[in-house]
């Protein structure tokens, strides 16, 4: 069993930043693939960006360039980094980790609103 825990969730304003972080309790190193997700009310849960073992990245075309993730292998945390948030990321953000032979696994999600 893993379990993912995200943080870094908030209020913020349109064309500000957050940046989100997952900590796994499983070694990350091994991980196939990590990525966030979200979801809307009334929307379904969508893939927002995703980086693989080898480090390869990811992302929806409605966040490409705003948004970016990172890994630290070091610390098994995963990373996005959100600038310039519009009215419409306003979700809540999940964590996924996938490893090869063990499963794949959801954290419990973080809100995100973007608002003024």
């Known amino acids: 069993q893993v379990q993912l825990v995200e943080s870094g969730g908030g209020l913020v304003q349109p064309g500000g930043s957050l940046r989100l972080s997952c900590a796994a309790s499983r070694t990350i190193f091994r991980a196939n693939a990590m990525a966030w997700h979200r979801q809307a009310p009334g929307k379904q849960r969508e893939l927002v960006a995703s980086?693989?073992?080898?480090?390869?990245?990811n992302y929806a075309d409605s966040v490409e360039g705003r948004f970016t993730i990172s890994r630290d292998n070091a610390k098994n945390t995963v990373n996005l980094q959100m600038n310039f948030l519009e009215p419409g990321d306003t979700a809540v953000y999940y964590c996924f980790g996938s490893w090869y032979g063990f499963g794949d696994y959801w954290g419990q999600g973080t809100q995100v609103n973007v608002s003024s």
């Open positions: 980086i693989t073992r080898g480090g390869s990245t």
